[in-house]
């Protein structure tokens, strides 16, 4: 009974390792072969970032479509396969998959740089933690963020840490820089390498829909959304200093000055870098926007509506100083849902006062190609006219993670250098 | 400029949320509605657990496949679409996908019990961290787990903890438990709610050919396997006390005597946890196999050998007492790569040791379906035969998640209860 039991799983395993090779199969002049088995398909095509950007894949006798692509260069590879028109499968054979926005895509590495830097080695870990903290957005009570404590942390109770808040782009959450960012992996490598310095890593959720990453609550939630109007109407940046920040600093050791803060986000999250910063100028000494979009949700009218309110409200409250608690509560629940909508107005006087004192770096970077170009130069159009500095990293491509992971080599070495 | 931007992004955004809605649909009698697009499909089935397993979707005259299921009891659902014969896909519409060793699904929770507990309420949160372990597993150098801290660990400073080491299945991972498991979602709800004490949880990896869940490391990775006999040689249960509780004991608050110790186990886990505890039988007083695969992947005859070249060995040892290093080394080298055989040996032996001062629980859940319930019933005889007591649960259903949540349900109150 034992043995046979045995035999038939040894059996099994050699069958499903026969039957399920690796994919994608890398050939020896540095091409990688994809193959998919769909025998009904009238076309299939990648789905992928770069080289498999909408690849046709050729029908072989046997059912199974294959592409060969050119020696593919270093780099973290997205791709799915597209049968048909518009039937999205993921590869039977390469269990590697991450979400992004709506789209489940594998992955896989190709060796070298900068692709080392998103690979696991064996060097000294940090941890990653996933906690849930106190917020006011949207009544969810709590919402959820992910950090990441250098290797070293746990040695040291000593030693306090300079922290790098990563804020992610619309339709992602507290996992994007995690697994399509490859946060966790670039920190290992760049800290072990001594590139950078150990550091905290505090990558919130910014999607003031949703308290944490689909799937932490598994009841009807609402979708990640591409273009998420309702994360650029200011409560995310005013919930940042309040709720986040006060979270960390009390939680971790922490080094808490404008000299060891360091703020980064990549598109919607490049739009709450600049406002949190602008709202807060004695904050943070480093300020990084990566393809940021650089507009708010809120029409002008919103904001007029706003200023005249506000100063309504203040002309009222100070010329008549006795008013009775129902009239009050009511003046103020007015202030406060216009509170938020005051983190996008006078946009140039707060810019003013945080580069009268300006931040150690700010550092701006885009693609050539990438669709919020024209908006990073007229922010860019701003900075120049009032001569304040900030260092431009303008790049090959567009609106894309290939970018983003680009940009955080980069930006990493250059924060907290003037400790 | 500005606003014309905007309008197309509440335009997109409106548009979006149109056509993409959520699913599946919950109808008023609280059945539920699947819909997927697949004009040129011939077939399409629903695959997944219970009153989702292999039903049939119908043909809209739009192109859309629908499935209305019976009113749904709670649980917690995993899901996809079968085209034709055998193309996977995943719902468009529903953005929460969890792995299943290599099969990929989207999940819904009906809410109600027990689902309720698998979902995210505003309760108090625990803290979940991935670490990296020293390990000597196939010269890996470190291997990841994941360990659950309760929401009140950070506010006692002063207190200690009982733990739990959670084993997944094969095909599992570090997140198995948290993902399919629920893991997080169920110590949070059962702790505010009274129904089992604060506890520490760590869920290792127990794949001795992966170092961490795939994607943690995107080159080309062995995949897990179904059957996985690499993980019933002994390897895992020899490092586990040497590498995984050293670990966990010197990083975490851990009341580290028998009274505050559980272990918990699935399917390959369960054999895990059986062989961990029979060979420290000091170490737990709380062991829980759940639908155990209760045998290891080695044969008669290489435990035959192992006895015979471990008792040679030692008969030469004891009878040439002065050898050569380089005769000693081999001698080493040889005792060592015996020594993961050692655990599976002598098990009765190891048994009444453990059994002497026996464990306050010694729990067996599984299911009258389940294919590993002749392998329970042996290692019962083997119990029962020798008087040795334990608490049988047995249940209906097969070697499913929807049983191993349930089974950690039952089993969380009747931990650490007498300390």
């Not at 080289?51 to 006798?61: G, I, P, V």
């Not at 829909?209 to 591409?226: F, H, N, R, V, W």
């Not at 980064?264 to 600049?274: E, K, Q, T, Y």
Request: aromatic content about 10%; some cysteine; proline content about 5%.
């Amino acid at each position: 009974m034992h043995h046979r039991l045995i035999a038939i799983a040894i059996a099994l395993c050699i069958n499903f390792a026969q039957s399920h090779a690796q994919s994608p199969v890398k050939l020896a002049n540095g091409s990688y072969r994809f193959t998919f088995y769909a025998p009904d398909a009238n076309q299939v095509t990648l789905q992928g970032e770069g080289a498999l950007h909408k690849a046709k894949m050729t029908k072989q006798s046997n059912g199974t479509w294959t592409y060969t692509t050119h020696r593919l260069p270093s780099e973290m590879y997205t791709y799915n396969f597209v049968i048909d028109k518009d039937a999205v499968q993921l590869d039977p054979n390469n269990q590697q998959v991450v979400r992004d926005v709506n789209n489940h895509y594998n992955i896989f590495c190709v060796a070298g740089f900068p692709a080392d830097y998103y690979m696991e080695r064996n060097v000294p870990h940090g941890k990653v933690t996933k906690v849930w903290y106190p917020s006011s957005i949207n009544n969810m009570g709590q919402r959820r963020m992910s950090v990441y404590l250098p290797a070293e942390y746990d040695a040291n109770p000593q030693k306090s840490y300079p922290v790098l808040y990563l804020l992610h782009g619309s339709g992602g959450d507290e996992n994007a820089w995690l697994d399509m960012g490859r946060l966790a992996q670039i920190m290992d490598n760049m800290i072990a390498e001594g590139k950078c310095v150990p550091m905290i890593v505090v990558m919130p959720n910014g999607n003031a829909m949703l308290d944490a990453a689909p799937g932490e609550s598994p009841y009807m939630q609402a979708k990640p959304e591409i273009v998420n109007t309702e994360s650029m109407r200011g409560k995310i940046e005013r919930a940042f200093p309040i709720e986040i920040m006060t979270y960390v600093e009390q939680h971790y050791r922490t080094l808490n000055n404008k000299q060891h803060r360091a703020i980064a986000g990549l598109s919607l999250g490049g739009l709450h870098a600049l406002y949190i910063t602008a709202n807060n100028p004695t904050m943070f000494d480093y300020v990084a926007l990566l393809s940021p979009q650089t507009t708010n949700a809120l029409s002008d009218n919103e904001i007029r509506t706003y200023n005249n309110i506000t100063k309504g409200i203040g002309d009222l409250v100070s010329r008549v100083p006795v008013v009775g608690n129902t009239l009050k509560n009511k003046i103020n629940d007015k202030i406060d849902s216009y509170a938020d909508v005051a983190i996008y107005d006078s946009i140039n006087h707060k810019l003013a006062t945080q580069f009268a004192t300006p931040p150690q770096l700010y550092y701006i970077a885009v693609g050539r190609d990438d669709m919020v170009k024209h908006l990073v130069d007229m922010h860019r159009q701003k900075l120049d006219a009032a001569n304040y500095g900030y260092l431009y990293n303008e790049t090959d491509g567009g609106h894309t993670w290939t970018n983003w992971r680009k940009y955080l080599l980069d930006l990493l070495p250059r924060l907290f250098q003037q400790q």
